[in-house]
């Protein structure tokens, strides 16, 4: 009995379908963290740990997909320049995603220092893209009494996000024995 080359075993396939269902469920997880930054004042911008949590999860082209998605859906909430944050979270997921795979082991504290310093990052830009470019007044009162506490209470979102992401990380991430179902594991 002949194979084809391009034929997939039972197994092969199992793992593309799990890698499909991880991926649609974290981008559905992804758009749950987004709903609580619609409420308006300050508040935590959950889409940040949320992007970093999947994105040390999956493959840097994904991440990328998820920091467009967590850029765009923080653009809305916080009333930001379309795109900007998108710009950032797309250097952050990947980077993060790089990261994860070539260095870093996928711990909670790993996570959470990459979140706090993206989360700082974004602060910080926002800051000086908003406050020190245009010299408006009152920037301190900005730093403060906005940006610094949505700093802490994303912080404080990061250890829901990463204790509530973990079930679907492990749930639906198949440890494999042979080589080539660990190559297309690590494709899918």
């Given at each position: 009995?002949?194979?084809?080359?391009g034929?997939?075993?039972?197994?092969?396939?199992?793992?593309?379908?799990?890698?499909f269902?991880?991926r649609?469920?974290?981008i559905?997880?992804?758009?749950?963290?987004?709903?609580?930054?619609?409420g308006?004042?300050v508040?935590?911008?959950?889409?940040?740990?949320?992007?970093?949590?999947?994105?040390?999860?999956?493959?840097?082209y994904?991440s990328?997909?998820?920091?467009?998605?967590?850029?765009?859906?923080?653009?809305f909430?916080?009333?930001?320049?379309?795109?900007?944050n998108?710009?950032?979270?797309?250097?952050?997921?990947t980077f993060?995603?790089l990261?994860?795979r070539?260095?870093?082991?996928?711990?909670?504290?790993?996570?959470?220092?990459?979140?706090?310093?993206?989360?700082?990052?974004?602060?910080?830009?926002?800051?000086?893209?908003t406050?020190?470019?245009?010299?408006?007044e009152?920037?301190d009162?900005v730093w403060?009494?906005v940006?610094?506490?949505?700093?802490?209470?994303?912080?404080l979102?990061a250890?829901l996000?990463?204790?509530?992401?973990?079930?679907?990380a492990?749930?639906?991430?198949k440890?494999?024995?042979?080589?080539?179902a660990?190559?297309i594991h690590?494709e899918?």
């Amino acid at each position: 009995m002949k194979i084809k080359s391009g034929s997939q075993t039972g197994t092969e396939k199992k793992i593309r379908r799990m890698n499909f269902w991880r991926r649609v469920l974290s981008i559905l997880f992804l758009l749950i963290c987004a709903i609580p930054m619609f409420g308006g004042g300050v508040q935590a911008i959950w889409v940040i740990p949320a992007a970093i949590c999947i994105s040390m999860n999956d493959e840097e082209y994904f991440s990328m997909l998820v920091g467009v998605l967590a850029g765009w859906l923080t653009d809305f909430a916080c009333g930001s320049i379309f795109c900007a944050n998108a710009l950032f979270l797309v250097v952050c997921c990947t980077f993060t995603s790089l990261l994860f795979r070539t260095l870093l082991r996928r711990t909670f504290l790993n996570f959470f220092a990459i979140t706090m310093v993206c989360t700082f990052l974004r602060a910080g830009l926002s800051f000086l893209l908003t406050q020190v470019l245009f010299r408006t007044e009152g920037r301190d009162i900005v730093w403060s009494q906005v940006l610094l506490p949505s700093c802490l209470l994303t912080l404080l979102a990061a250890v829901l996000v990463y204790l509530l992401y973990l079930p679907i990380a492990k749930f639906l991430t198949k440890r494999v024995k042979s080589i080539d179902a660990a190559a297309i594991h690590r494709e899918g």
